[in-house]
C-alpha cells in the first residue's frame, strides 16, 4: 500500500494518536502522518471529522475513518493478511479486548487530563486516587487475560495492549510532574512488567513520545494558554 494512499491527522503527544500509529507499524503500513497544531484545528481534520472536530482521523483511499478504537479496528480487519491480528477472533474474546480497550479510555483518559492540566488540588487528588484504583484493576486483568504471558494477548499484542500502551509515558510524565509513581512494583507488578515487554517493541519505539518531552510539551501549551489569556481581558 503506496503511502499516499493512507493519512493520519494527529499530533505526536497525543496518546489515541500514538494508538493508531502503533497499529498502523505492527501491519507494516506505509502512512503519510500529518502533523497538526496542537493550538488549532486543520480544515482537513474539520472537513474529515465535521461532528467531533478531534484527530486521530485515519484517510484510507479518501474516506475518513474516526475514533481511534474504530481506526485501529478497521486496520486489523483491512489488511487481515499482514502481521498478526490485533483483535481475536474468538467472539467473546474480541468483546472481551473491546470491553477493556473502552473501560481505559473512560477512565485513564479522563484522569491522566486532570493530573496534567487541572491546577485544582482536591481535582487532581480525586484523579490520582481513581487512577491508581483503575490500574488495579488492569492489573487484574492482565493476569487474567495474559495467562501467564507477555501481553494481554498472550504471545502477541492486542488492541487493549495498544490501548494502555500508548499511554504508558504519559504517566511516566505525570510521575516526572507530580513525583506519584502509578506503575509500582510492589502495587502492580505484573503491569510494570507489561510495560517493559510492551516498550520493547520496535513498532512501539519508532512512535512512543518520550516521557521528558511530554512534560516539556505540557509547559509550552501552558505558557501559550496563559500568553493568550493576558492578551484577552474578555477571558479574565
Given at each position: 500500500?503506496?503511502?499516499?494512499?493512507?493519512?493520519?491527522?494527529?499530533?505526536?503527544?497525543?496518546?489515541?494518536?500514538?494508538?493508531?500509529?502503533?497499529?498502523?507499524?505492527?501491519?507494516?503500513?506505509?502512512?503519510?502522518?500529518?502533523?497538526?497544531?496542537?493550538?488549532?484545528?486543520?480544515?482537513?481534520?474539520?472537513?474529515?471529522?465535521?461532528?467531533?472536530?478531534?484527530f486521530p482521523v485515519l484517510i484510507h483511499g479518501g474516506k475518513p475513518i474516526c475514533h481511534s478504537l474504530?481506526?485501529?479496528?478497521?486496520?486489523?480487519?483491512?489488511?487481515?493478511?499482514?502481521?498478526?491480528?490485533?483483535?481475536?477472533?474468538?467472539?467473546?474474546?474480541?468483546?472481551?479486548?473491546?470491553?477493556?480497550?473502552?473501560?481505559?479510555?473512560?477512565?485513564?483518559?479522563?484522569?491522566?487530563?486532570?493530573?496534567?492540566?487541572?491546577?485544582?488540588?482536591?481535582?487532581?487528588?480525586?484523579?490520582?486516587?481513581?487512577?491508581?484504583?483503575?490500574?488495579?484493576?488492569?492489573?487484574?486483568?492482565?493476569?487474567?487475560?495474559?495467562?501467564?504471558?507477555?501481553?494481554?494477548?498472550?504471545?502477541?499484542?492486542?488492541?487493549?495492549?495498544?490501548?494502555?500502551?500508548?499511554y504508558i509515558n504519559w504517566l511516566k510524565a505525570i510521575k516526572i510532574i507530580t513525583g506519584k509513581n502509578?506503575?509500582?512494583?510492589?502495587?502492580?507488578?505484573?503491569?510494570?512488567?507489561?510495560?517493559?515487554?510492551?516498550?520493547?517493541?520496535?513498532?512501539?519505539?519508532?512512535?512512543?513520545?518520550?516521557?521528558?518531552?511530554?512534560?516539556?510539551?505540557?509547559?509550552?501549551?501552558?505558557?501559550?494558554?496563559?500568553?493568550?489569556?493576558?492578551?484577552?481581558?474578555?477571558?479574565?
Amino acid at each position: 500500500m503506496a503511502a499516499e494512499d493512507v493519512k493520519l491527522i494527529g499530533t505526536w503527544a497525543n496518546p489515541l494518536v500514538v494508538r493508531a500509529r502503533i497499529a498502523l507499524n505492527l501491519k507494516v503500513i506505509k502512512y503519510e502522518f500529518l502533523e497538526e497544531d496542537p493550538t488549532k484545528k486543520s480544515e482537513l481534520l474539520l472537513k474529515s471529522n465535521p461532528v467531533y472536530k478531534r484527530f486521530p482521523v485515519l484517510i484510507h483511499g479518501g474516506k475518513p475513518i474516526c475514533h481511534s478504537l474504530f481506526i485501529v479496528e478497521y486496520i486489523d480487519q483491512v489488511w487481515s493478511s499482514s502481521g498478526f491480528p490485533i483483535l481475536p477472533a474468538d467472539a467473546y474474546d474480541r468483546v472481551t479486548s473491546l470491553f477493556w480497550a473502552n473501560y481505559i479510555d473512560e477512565t485513564l483518559n479522563s484522569h491522566i487530563r486532570e493530573l496534567m492540566w487541572n491546577e485544582d488540588e482536591k481535582i487532581k487528588a480525586e484523579s490520582k486516587e481513581k487512577l491508581f484504583t483503575a490500574l488495579l484493576l488492569l492489573e487484574e486483568a492482565f493476569v487474567k487475560c495474559s495467562k501467564g504471558k507477555s501481553f494481554f494477548g498472550g504471545d502477541t499484542i492486542n488492541l487493549v495492549d495498544i490501548s494502555l500502551g500508548s499511554y504508558i509515558n504519559w504517566l511516566k510524565a505525570i510521575k516526572i510532574i507530580t513525583g506519584k509513581n502509578f506503575l509500582d512494583k510492589t502495587k502492580t507488578p505484573r503491569l510494570v512488567e507489561w510495560a517493559e515487554c510492551f516498550c520493547s517493541i520496535e513498532a512501539v519505539k519508532k512512535v512512543l513520545p518520550e516521557a521528558e518531552k511530554l512534560v516539556e510539551f505540557r509547559t509550552f501549551l501552558k505558557a501559550k494558554a496563559a500568553s493568550r489569556a493576558a492578551a484577552d481581558p474578555s477571558s479574565k
